[in-house]
């Protein structure tokens, strides 16, 4: 479990010191309440830290620093960012009230990512440093130590008939909404990330077509896992490059009616699985001109079917409250229990 820094809460945008402003951006939806909505104290708390680099200690500037919303389990790498100045520091004043963690994206290729850790970089979210934003005050996190960048790299293939597969490697689970918004590269039959820093980092692969209707595999954390916190680490070695080749697997077709609400106000959009427990996507079907949809998932793991992310089966729960559906390992099918969709005759 990560580390918890219990500081007070504050409000939403991201500031750099020396008049230096970066605004905070909506990266989830829902998306948060802007700085105008918020109820702001008269003097907003702050979290500052200096961005250093690991062996010289010189500050480093131009270092973006994302403050990610734990709540967010579906890591959407935009909720508030700033940016090293010259002195290397970062100021976040006003984020809303929540719990944080902090992803780092050095801004030259000596240096690489990291999620800041309570000594040193990780790349693990899980041993992330997690802060609570404060009303008022300021929270000084420990410095952010840049160590030299290593890649990884690997081929991409489906696990029985050795088939190149096209998918997207990133250092979170993505809404292909806001997939700039995440640390990733594209890869087809083969990818190169590089820019990490020297740990063992778990990646997420989502095959083109986020495992829709369009896709012949499912998803996967490195290792193969459905689960992050299951994941296998890649060890990242600084100035080398590590070869990682991914297997992927066909999964389990879910599919059903994507139509929810009532005759009157029916509820359409994409459906999203999220993992049941940690609530990352896991597959998105978005076929706007049917009322049909259908996900790849890797069986063995639970998920959660969310019709644009807000309406939940069964019956508009919310994702807290939505069904646990146990993924088997032959064809499943689960409709929403909404107006039933035109059917060709």
Partial sequence: MAP?????????????????????????????????GASVAAEPGRITTVVRDGGTGAAVAGVTVHAVSAQERFADLWDARAASDATGTVVFEGLLPGRYSFFVQPGDPAHGMQWLGVRGGTGDRDTA???????????????????????????????????????????????????????????????????????????????????????????????????????????????????????????TVVSGNAVGGTPDQPVLGPVYAFHASTHEIMAVSDAPDSNRYAVRLLPGQRVKLCIARTWCYPGGADLDHAAAIPVPSRPLVIDFPGPAPNRPE
């Fill in 4 to 36: 918890d820094l219990s500081i007070p809460r504050t409000a939403a945008t991201a500031v750099l010191s020396l008049a230096v402003s970066v605004t905070a951006v909506a990266g989830a939806l829902p998306a948060p309440v802007s700085a105008a």
């Fill in 129 to 251: 440093l997690v802060v609570t934003a404060p009303a008022d005050g300021v929270r000084t996190l420990p410095e952010v130590r840049l160590d030299p960048a290593g890649a990884i790299t690997g081929t991409l293939t489906e696990a029985v008939s050795g088939t190149p597969v096209t998918a997207q490697v990133s250092v979170a689970s993505m809404d292909p909404l806001w997939r700039e918004t995440t640390p990733n590269v594209a890869g087809s039959g083969r990818y190169t990330f590089t820019g990490l820093g020297p740990y063992r980092w778990k990646l997420f692969f989502s095959p083109d077509g986020t495992a829709g209707p369009a896709s012949t595999v499912a998803a996967h954390w490195s290792g193969n896992a459905a689960d992050r916190r299951r994941a296998h680490g890649i060890p990242v070695v600084a100035g080398q490059t590590t070869v990682a080749d991914q297997l992927f697997r066909t999964g």
